[in-house]
């Protein structure tokens, strides 16, 4: 019975940590988009910081396992 939990357990986690890096990529991987943009659009750098600071693009952020600090916003 405790064997199966704490084999649930580990499952869970585990299931956690993948889907967790899955969407870290998708953040990266529209980062990177959005970089490509500034090529023809020329604000790309701006754009980014703004979201970056507002309240939803801190949030993803951390979903992402990206810490949200200034010093990430201005990299």
């Known amino acids: 019975m405790m064997k199966d939990f704490v084999d649930g357990t580990a499952y869970n986690n585990e299931q956690g940590n993948r ?22 659009y020329g604000n790309g750098p701006e754009q980014i910081a703004r979201w970056a600071r507002s309240r939803d ?19």
């Open 57 to 75: 693009g801190r949030e993803v952020l951390s979903c992402a396992g990206i810490d949200p600090n200034e010093r990430v916003v201005a990299g």
């Open 19 to 40: 889907a967790r890096k899955l969407f870290a990529a998708v953040v990266l991987a529209a980062l990177d988009d959005a970089i490509a943009d500034d090529k023809k």
